[in-house]
Nanobody, 123 residues
């Protein structure tokens, strides 16, 4: 089973980025794919997640600016990030929780993790 993130980079405040997470090697009916981020010196925090039935969650800090979506045919989950702020700067990770049909937001709930992609918001 493998998760591969892409789409990070450097963007100015107010700009946009789209992160993608390609998942391969699993066939479970119930799962959750989440996006987390970790800034230097801070704990890893949940940003957003989507369940296999399409339910979504957003942290208050990103609500209204980030949108999560899934393409089940391609086993890909994307995170569209708009109106980016310097405080969004972090390494972003996607993660997979298996056999869980509901929203889960804690890192310990997830079984597999991608390698992370850096997002830097700076002028």
């Amino acid at each position: 089973l493998q998760l591969v993130e892409s789409g990070g980079g450097l963007v100015q405040p107010g700009g946009s980025l789209r992160l993608s997470c390609a998942a391969s090697g699993f066939t479970f009916d119930d799962y959750v794919i989440g996006w987390f981020r970790q800034a230097p010196g801070k704990e890893r925090e949940g940003v957003s997640c989507i369940t296999s039935d399409g339910s979504t969650y957003y942290a208050d800090s990103v609500k209204g600016r980030f949108t999560i979506s899934s393409d089940n045919a391609k086993n890909t989950v994307s995170l569209q990030m708009n109106s980016l702020k310097p405080e969004d700067t972090a390494v972003y990770y996607c993660a997979l929780a298996l056999e869980i049909p509901t929203i889960v937001t804690m890192p310990g709930d997830y079984d597999y993790w991608g390698q992370g992609t850096q997002v830097t918001v700076s002028s």
